[in-house]
């Protein structure tokens, strides 16, 4: 996830960028540049703190933030959680700066809609696509720890129009697998099938070539 996060990021900026989510603060450790996080969890932030500065916040509100405030934001394996995207770009276009960006590692989503998954072929071991219903929006439960997270499954095109709405374009999509120890057969054939996703926007003030 992360050498996919930094595969999509841009060089970084003289301004803060933003980690949306940041968790315990370990991709935090791997920026160049000045950096901020935020997350819902103080347990996480509390180790967060020790590598930059951190802000308890329930995303997609950065109303605690200046407007054009960043040089940029990133978020890994985060989307899935957000109820609303359309809130989130819209809030990132005001606090990220004209030459600014957002960068993005999530789910893919043809792995997401809720059913959908990898399947064993019992006969020859040959790994298939169990596909469900990509086209629909849905919301589903999943087992983390000794609770659940709730996952939103979005089709690619509402992801992408979501933030341009907000003026956001985007510049870069890599699509990635699983990468998998020979030694896993449980997860052998699933090399094969798009896992991730990144992706990158600019603000449609930036030129398209400089």
Known sequence: MIPLLHDVLPGMSARPVLDLGCGDGRIMTTMDGPVLGCDLSPTLLAHATDVAPVVRCLLPNLQWLRSGKLGGAYAVLVLEHLPDLNQLFAELARVVDDRGFVAVVANHPAYTPPGAGPIVDAADGEVL??????????AGEEPAGEGSMTFHHRPLGSIIEAASTSGWLLDTLVERPLTIDPDNTLLAGQDRIPRLIGLRWLKSQRPVAE
């Open 129 to 138: 696509w169990r596909w469900a219903d990509y086209f629909t929006p849905a």
